[in-house]
Every structure is written in structure tokens, then in C-alpha cells.
């Protein structure tokens, strides 16, 4: 494997909400830089990759797009199998797909990995004359489903792919965080590794000492 292809961790996120959030121009923002005023309809998944460097580390992400049409959903369920990440997006100005945050969350809990990573994500805040979702709604839609929140505990943020705003900073969140609970994952692992090797060369010990 040449250097160039090389990377220290990869990871899967998804992108999910109802249609018409602004997923599809989250994605292009972020991978390409680039925003379309068309409206994007995405038919079954999209799939973009992005290599950016965190913490010293290359990262490598495949970034799925899902259709947020009820038509599509047996579709995309497949594809919440081995998620890192998942960032779920709703527009505000748009309560409906804020309300329907709750589905969105059952459906990651049913069919997302038990680990996997949670951001929430209010897009369109270029457009904050037409909010019908307030900031602090947002902020406080993380605890408002407890049996969701008090084992996530979700983060917040508000982006705007029309402008770029804090769309970059979204997925450097998700991907550094993740980063950290792997990195802390293999030192308790390690840990755990250690422990039993200490217990089973005690036993071996023991039984040494039992037959002299």
C-alpha cells in the first residue's frame, strides 16, 4: 500500500433528517466546497469521501447521504450497519423536520451500531428571518428525549451550507471526538488486557506452588 493511501482510521457516517433539510448540500459543502441552489433530491443514498488530517492522524471518511422520503427508509436502513457517526439535520425554519427528530432517533437506535457517534445539526441558519426554530430549541432538543440523551449525550450546531458556516467545523467535531473515544477505547481494552494476563499468570503460579 503506497503512503498516499495510507490512513490511521476510517471512518462511515450518515447523514439523516426529513427531505428538503439541506443534507445532500451539507455533504457538498463539506467535500467539495462547492453549493447548488438547486434543490437536491436524493434518490435511495449518496456517497461522497473526505481524507482530512486530526491530531496528527489521517483520517479517511465515507460520508453516506440518505433520502429522507418514507419511500426510501427500507432502503437506507442497510446502511447504519458499521456507522461511526451519524449526524442528524433538521432546517429552522422548518418545525416539522424538527419534530420529527424523535423518529429519526428511534430509527439510529434500531439499526445503528449501540456505540456509534451522534451530532445534531440545524441547518439553514443563513436564513434566521424565516427561523421557526429558535437556537436554545435546538440546544435544548438534546435532552428532551431522555432515554436517547442521557446515553448520547448529542452535541449542537447550527450550520448553513449556503454559506459555509460552521459546516466544516460540524464534521471536524464528530470526526475529532470519535477519534478520542477510539483512542480511549484501546487504552481501557489494553487495560483490561493487562489485568488478565496478570490474573492468569497468578493462577499459573498458584498451581506451581499447589504441587511442590
Not at 427531505?19 to 434543490?39: I, N, P, Q, W
Not at 456517497?47 to 447521504?65: A, E, G, M, P, Q
Request: hydrophobic share 35%.
Amino acid at each position: 500500500m503506497s503512503s498516499e493511501t495510507q490512513y490511521d482510521y476510517l471512518l462511515k457516517y450518515l447523514i439523516i433528517g426529513n427531505s428538503g433539510v439541506g443534507k445532500s448540500c451539507l455533504l457538498l459543502r463539506y467535500a467539495e466546497d462547492e453549493y447548488s441552489d438547486k434543490h437536491i433530491i436524493t434518490i435511495g443514498v449518496d456517497f461522497k469521501i473526505k481524507t482530512l488530517n486530526v491530531d496528527s492522524y489521517k483520517v479517511k471518511t465515507n460520508i453516506w447521504d440518505t433520502a429522507g422520503q418514507e419511500r426510501f427508509k427500507n432502503i437506507t436502513v442497510s446502511y447504519y450497519k458499521g456507522a461511526s457517526g451519524v449526524m442528524l439535520v433538521y432546517d429552522i425554519t422548518d418545525l416539522e423536520s424538527f419534530n420529527k427528530l424523535g423518529e429519526w432517533l428511534i430509527e439510529v437506535e434500531k439499526n445503528a451500531p449501540n456505540n456509534v457517534y451522534k451530532i445534531l445539526i440545524g441547518n439553514k441558519s443563513d436564513l434566521s428571518e424565516n427561523r421557526q426554530v429558535s437556537y436554545d430549541q435546538g440546544k435544548v432538543r438534546n435532552f428532551l428525549f431522555k432515554e436517547f440523551a442521557d446515553t448520547y449525550g448529542m452535541k449542537f450546531i447550527e450550520t448553513s451550507a449556503k454559506s459555509a458556516s460552521n459546516v466544516v467545523e460540524a464534521f471536524e467535531t464528530m470526526t475529532k471526538e470519535i477519534i478520542q473515544i477510539k483512542k480511549q477505547q484501546v487504552v481501557i481494552d489494553e487495560d483490561k488486557k493487562k489485568k488478565t494476563i496478570n490474573i492468569n499468570e497468578g493462577k499459573q503460579l498458584s498451581k506451581k506452588e499447589g504441587c511442590c
